[in-house]
């Protein structure tokens, strides 16, 4: 079964510093495309990430960056200089290719003034 | 560019009615995704569909249904309510080919009494 797994349901950090959010993901594909969403209270989920599993280099978008093991099938991400903002639901996808995302149940980011 | 429109925000309903859902996707977006998201769960899949036709569905009743119309509105219907309904239920867009990011919606707060 095709599954994705984050195993910190709850992180914090400081304002400024750097936190990593971990993802792993069961597949016997060897195509597919992993995400990291955000999901603030507004309930809002917004896109961060996206990593094309073919591509070996990391992906990044200003201050998050991405981890992708592919052989260990792992997918953290990195957010650096952590700001206030940052703080919500983080939750990493992954899509094989079959018109379905599959989620993981996400880790709550709070960041400590 | 408009974003994905889910109506209502709210809904409360009663055990055994039905309800309707209505998402409008981003202009261009032919594909939308349901997923249903209740705490500890993370999103679960409902159903995609692109181009009127459904092209994958979520493990769930059949009380669970959908449609999509040509011009990429969709609507999701729950019949015969049962309290375990309860969620927030989001509608995503994307050009639905290729891994695209899901763009999301606010959401559908479902509370069944």
């Known amino acids: 079964a095709q599954t994705v797994t984050q195993s910190q349901p709850e992180m914090s950090v400081q304002e400024a510093e750097t936190v990593t959010l971990s993802c792993t993901y069961d597949?016997?594909?060897?195509?597919?495309?992993l995400f990291w969403y955000k999901q603030p209270p507004s309930r809002q989920m917004i896109l961060v990430i996206r990593q094309e599993a073919y591509k070996q280099q990391n992906a990044t978008e200003n201050r998050f960056s991405v981890n992708f093991q592919k052989a260990a099938k792992s997918f953290s991400l990195k957010i650096s200089d952590s700001q206030l903002g940052d703080a919500a639901m983080y939750f990493c996808?992954?899509?094989?290719?079959?018109?379905?995302?599959?989620f993981g149940t996400g880790t709550r980011l709070k960041v400590l003034a | 560019k408009a974003g994905v429109t889910q109506t209502p925000r709210y809904l409360i309903k009663t055990r055994g009615q039905q309800v309707t859902l209505s998402c409008s996707p981003i202009?261009?977006?032919?594909?939308v995704s349901w997923y249903q998201q209740t705490p500890g769960q993370g999103l679960q899949f409902l159903f995609e569909y692109f181009s009127e036709t459904q092209r994958n569905k979520g493990n769930f009743p059949g009380r669970f249904s959908g449609r999509q119309f040509s011009n990429s509105r969709s609507e999701m219907n729950v019949s015969t309510l049962e309290l375990g309904d309860s969620a927030l239920y989001l509608c995503a867009s994307s050009f639905g080919q290729g891994g695209a990011p899901l763009h999301f919606g606010n959401g559908t707060r479902l509370t069944v009494t």
């Open positions: 597949t016997s594909e060897s195509d597919y495309y």
């Open positions: 202009s261009g977006h032919r594909s």
């Open positions: 996808a992954y899509y094989p290719g079959t018109y379905k995302y599959i």
